[in-house]
């Protein structure tokens, strides 16, 4: 993804705000594309000017991404990006293998058999079953999705650990709710909603998470029919502008794209006249209103695998360390006492 951006992004047709557009479109580009860590966003006149609008209004949408966390903003040079992009490394057996040679060459230089190595790894995994498992909060803004984000990120946890889900609804208006998060060893949440759920838990250990479209959205947008009218649907006005580069991205065959959202006034006919729909995260009651035999799909997305091995998991591993360590002061403690 990058920023070549023209008046077509923007459509001031719109019953909503452009500032407010353009915002979910850099949002949605900054935390969950492949845009690396300080790239330098077009200057405030240059997007002003290849989006035909007011020059305030980008300015404004720059600062409230650097509120967000999304942006930084060097005086005198300009915006830039303040995200890294983890890259995926092999998950499968081939990674593991290389693991435990490495393992194994550390432990002959360091004077260990591989029978003294193997036994103490069943010595950490005993104690790793035997310690009081992570707590750890998934803040989400659908349940139906956030059970799918929970089940992505379960292999990367341990037995005894234990992971619940919350909705930013419930959050803002349940007190308990909100002290779970606070009582929590990690709450985990989007990346572009981390600043807002600090917002309302400032006291969680709060880790965002970027997300990607997920494996099953890109093929069903890669199988669309070229010659298809396809309506692209947002339930948040926020990310209507994203709807159309975001199906272009992966189904570049295809332009006709009709971009609406899940209460527009005309979203009834928008649907009758479509080939094929596709509806974002949320917006589940427009399936309902697509006609028999017209392709209907959800765009859907799913935490980043590379998020997954090279931050959350370091991250844990950090905390059972953390964990361990105190227990194991702890036990010097009574030791002395005793």
Known sequence: MSFDFDESCIDKSLPVPVG??????LSYELSHGDLPKGTRLPSVRRMAADLGIAQA??????????????????????????????????????????????LLNKAERLGYSPMELI??????????????????????????????????????????DRISMV??????????ARQMCDSADLVLTFLHRESELAAIVPDAPILGLRFIPSDETRQALAALDPRARVAAITQLKDYIAIMRPSVQRFA???????????????????????D??????????????????????????????????????????????????????????????G
């Open 252 to 274: 570049p065959h295809v332009s006709d794209i009709r971009v609406s959202w899940s209460y527009a006034p005309d979203l009834e006919a928008l649907l009758s006249e479509s």
């Open 276 to 337: 094929a729909v596709i509806y974002a995260t949320g917006a589940d009651h427009v399936a309902r209103m697509v006609r028999p035999g017209v392709p209907c799909f959800e765009y859907r997305h799913a935490p980043d695998k590379a998020v997954l091995e090279h931050e959350l998991a370091p991250k844990l591993a950090a905390l059972r360390e953390a964990r361990a360590q105190v227990a194991a002061n702890e036990r010097g403690q009574t030791a002395k006492t």
């Open 119 to 160: 036994a103490m790894i069943n010595g950490q995994a005993r104690m790793r079953r035997s310690q009081r498992g992570l707590r750890i909060v998934f803040a989400v803004i659908f349940e139906g999705p956030g059970a799918d984000y929970v089940d992505a990120v379960r292999p990367y946890l341990a037995p005894n």
């Open 167 to 176: 909705t930013f609804d419930v959050l803002r208006a349940d007190a308990g």
């Open 20 to 25: 407010r557009q353009l915002f979910g479109l």
């Open 57 to 102: 209004t980008v300015a404004q949408v720059y600062q409230d991404l650097r509120d967000a966390g999304l942006l930084e903003l060097r005086k005198g040079s300009g915006a830039y990006t303040c995200l890294s992009v983890p890259q995926l490394a092999d998950h499968g057996s081939t990674a593991l293998h290389t693991d435990v040679a490495v």
